[in-house]
C-alpha cells in the first residue's frame, strides 16, 4: 500500500503565530504533492501543487505569502501558515502521487487547524 | 477550474439497501475517480474509471461514466452502516495529477 502521514493532526494557535503542517510518504517517493483546503461540510479546494525541488505551484487566489510550501525530498512537503488568522482555520488536507503509478492520489489524514 | 457538480447532496438509506450517488462536470477529462472521506479523515481512493471505460466494479461498489452527458455515477449496492461517510468524485484532465473534486454526498445508511 501508499501511507501518506499528515502531521500534526490537530493544531490551535494564536492569531499572528505561525503553524507549520507536514506531509510525508512513508513507503514510496512523491515527487509531487498536493495541498487541499476543506471547509466544514464543504468539497475540497486545491491550494497548490508542491514539486519536489522546485517552487509550488498555487492556484488563483491562494496568497503565496500566507501559505508557504516547501517540497525539499521526494517524501517531504510542507505547508506554512503565516501569520494566521481566524479565518485560516480550517481542515487541511495533503496527498501525494506514487510516482509508478499515474492517476490516483493517496491522502494523508489531514490537519484540523484552529486560528484563535 | 471545472468542478464536478453531485447530487443529492445528502442521502440516508436503510442498511441493505443501495445507494446511488451522481456526477457532473464540465470539460473533457482523462479519468474520473470516487473517494470516500470519514467526518474529519483523509480521503480513501474508492475506484478510477478511464475517460474511453464505461462501466467499472469493484466489491459493492460499480461506477459508470457517460462522457457525452459529462456525468458519473456511484452505485453501493448491499448497503452497510460502515459506508456511512461522504462521497466524493473527482476528475483529472490534461498532463498533470491535479485533481477537482466535486461538491459530495453526505451518505448515512441506518440500521
Known amino acids: 500500500g501508499a501511507v501518506v502521514s499528515q502531521h500534526p493532526s490537530r493544531v490551535i494557535c494564536k492569531s499572528g503565530t505561525s503553524v507549520k503542517i507536514e506531509c510525508r510518504s512513508l513507503?514510496?517517493?512523491?515527487?509531487?504533492m498536493f495541498w487541499y483546503r476543506q471547509f466544514p461540510k464543504k468539497s475540497l479546494m486545491l491550494m497548490a501543487t508542491?514539486?519536489?525541488?522546485?517552487?509550488?505551484?498555487?492556484e488563483q487566489g491562494v496568497e503565496k505569502d500566507k501559505f508557504l510550501i516547501n517540497h525539499a525530498s521526494l517524501t517531504l512537503s510542507t505547508l506554512t501558515v503565516t501569520s494566521a488568522h481566524p479565518e485560516d482555520s480550517s481542515f487541511y488536507i495533503c496527498?501525494?502521487?506514487?510516482?509508478?503509478?499515474?492517476?490516483?492520489?493517496?491522502f494523508g489524514e489531514g490537519s484540523r487547524l484552529t486560528v484563535l | 477550474s471545472q468542478q464536478g457538480e453531485e447530487d443529492p447532496q445528502a442521502l440516508s438509506i436503510q442498511e441493505g439497501e443501495n445507494a446511488t450517488m451522481n456526477c457532473s462536470y464540465k470539460t473533457s477529462i482523462n479519468n474520473l475517480q470516487w473517494y470516500r472521506q470519514n467526518s474529519g479523515r483523509g480521503l480513501v481512493h474508492l475506484i478510477l474509471i478511464r475517460s474511453n471505460e464505461r462501466e467499472k466494479h469493484s466489491g459493492r461498489l460499480r461506477v459508470t461514466l457517460d462522457t457525452s452527458k459529462k456525468s458519473s455515477s456511484l452505485l453501493i449496492t448491499a448497503s452497510r452502516a460502515a459506508d456511512t461517510a461522504s462521497y466524493f468524485c473527482?476528475?483529472?484532465?490534461?498532463?498533470?495529477?491535479?485533481?477537482?473534486f466535486g461538491t459530495g454526498t453526505q451518505l448515512k445508511v441506518e440500521l
Open positions: 496527498s501525494a502521487r506514487k510516482d509508478s503509478l499515474l492517476g490516483e492520489l493517496f
Open positions: 508542491s514539486n519536489e525541488g522546485s517552487k509550488a505551484t498555487y
Open positions: 473527482a476528475t483529472q484532465a490534461g498532463g498533470g495529477n491535479k485533481l477537482t
Open positions: 513507503d514510496f517517493q512523491a515527487t509531487t
